[in-house]
């Protein structure tokens, strides 16, 4: 655990892999059919549940060289952490996005924002499927991402809803696009522009120790803990360059991969849409970083995991993708 009061907490934040120590273009396609013109951050409706879609195109017509660079250097690491002041502790968990590889995927439309609590309800209202953790605290909370969902929760909503969870490599390049952002809005941290510790705190928490000051001061009740959240699309300029919003903080965002430390070394991450299905893992791939967080872990290559069958805690959510 974190620090001594932390405790408290377990049952309503799980940290494991999405915290420090572990603890705890424009272009043609088409894919949208009729051969329809597409372009970064076009937008449809899915009439499933009303969730507003944003294409992303193809990496073969976004980007030069007809891939995107996934995942960090060791140097592009070293220089964050010099020109930041950010805790030297916290580089070991970014030996999982190395080395940095060419990616090639195909277009796809994402959803613009997290999964909210009002389309869940509706998930739940047509299928019986079974209420995700403190639903009291977050069934009048329509506008906010829903969270305390588990993998196979998410699974199941994208399922009914027409569509998969994105795999990491097209959650990376969402967030990223053809420059290679570190952040979606581009390469400099801004704490205004995403839900995150710093933008609760107002000021940087680079150290542990600040960071465990900012959360110290909070209240720990499952209500206070999801106020944390803020309505999806509340951070405009923390736009995309496809159009998604809050692809840095609010909730962590599941993945449809299974987590494996060294999957970025492996043949598999270099083939043409990537996906690691090593069942073998236990744990799956989130994204993004959330309220909870500071920047380090809110740039968009880090990779957060947690076992697939826990329904997490007030920061854990997700968004569906669908490939047509
Ligand atoms: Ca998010
Ligand atoms: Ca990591």
Redesign the pocket.
Known sequence: MRKAGVGALIGLLVFL??APKEKTGEQKTGAAGGGAMQKAGDEKVNPVDGAVMVWVPGTGEACANGKFRMGSTPEEIDGLWAANGWDAEWKQ?????QPAHEVELDGFWLYKHEVTVGQYAKFMGATGHEAPGSWDEQKGQADLPVVFVSWEDAEAYCTWAGGLLPTEAQWEYAARGPEGRLYPWGNEWDRTRCNSAEYHAGKALNTEAAHAAWFDGLTTTAPALLAQRRAVGSFPSGVSWCGALDMAGNVWEWCRDWYE?GFYATPDATQKNPECSNKDSNMRVLRGGCWYDWASFCRST????IVHVLRGGSHFGFRAAQTR
């Open positions: 892999g999405c968990y970014t030996k999982d996005e430390e880090y990779r957060c995991w």
